[in-house]
């Protein structure tokens, strides 16, 4: 696609409810239209968590594309594109960078980007969809009780562009959502090569109580899959088991 048009706001309530407003007012958007600020006064992440951003320290970003070619039960590769474009370019500042499912970017055992995917459906296909993150960049201190956030600058000291990252993530982002039009199961093993303890014995907690198991595999819907201690192939939505930190 052309270079995608970027738009910044010194503060706004959030990014994703400004494009997802601005559709349901009938404003005609084009396919990579980004807005970004360096202030949401009501940052909201998934299930209406709320996201601490210290103004004019993080990127605080949405994009918008129009995937109308993209099945409902198949537009968990568009989830997979971003996650990959954010760990890909934290990867050129630093290392040990994972995708805790389905879509938070982890640092080790730390929070360092959050991702809000929102749709908008034309029957059984996708109208639009406004991807919104929040990467903690050159933030030094956390005041939430968010119980493991870590920053950019927090790992290796330094200070980075906030715009300079945009625009590599926005790169990464198109250049994988292509590979998901052409080719979704190589994008699919980068995602899954990804995946925080993916493979390894690990603590989950289900509405059963806790148990050990291993992640398998996630499928074209975003339905992860533990297999546990007894052998059983558990099967679950977004927000059905808990990861033990």
């Known amino acids: ?104 970017i982890y640092w080790s055992e730390k929070k360092i980007c959050g991702i809000l995917i929102e749709n908008n459906l034309r029957g059984a296909y996708l109208k639009d969809c406004v991807i919104g993150a929040g990467l903690n960049i050159n933030q030094e201190e956390f005041k939430s009780n968010a119980p493991n956030p870590v920053s950019l600058k927090n790992i290796t000291g330094n200070t980075y562009s906030i715009e300079d990252a945009l625009q590599q993530i926005l790169t990464n982002f198109f250049t994988l959502l292509e590979l998901g039009h052409t080719d979704k199961n190589t994008l699919h093993t980068r995602y899954i090569e990804r995946l925080f303890r993916y493979g390894a014995p690990a603590r989950y907690m289900d509405e059963k109580g806790h148990f050990i198991g291993r992640i398998t595999d996630v499928e074209p819907d975003g339905h992860l899959h533990i297999k546990d201690s007894d052998g059983y192939d558990r099967r679950y939505a977004f927000k059905e088991v808990s990861y033990i930190l």
């Open 1 to 104: 696609m052309s270079k995608p048009e970027i738009h910044y706001l010194e503060s706004c309530t959030s990014t994703n409810r400004l494009l997802l407003e601005a559709l349901k007012n009938g404003e005609e958007l084009p396919d990579g239209y980004t807005v970004y600020t360096s202030y949401q006064s009501r940052g909201y992440g998934q299930v209406g968590n709320s996201w601490e951003s210290e103004g004019g320290k993080n990127l605080l970003f949405s994009l918008l594309i129009h995937p109308t070619q993209v099945h409902a039960l198949e537009q968990f590769f568009i989830s997979e594109a971003i996650a990959l474009a954010i760990a890909e370019y934290l990867d050129t500042e630093t290392d040990d960078i994972s995708v805790k499912w389905p879509n938070d």
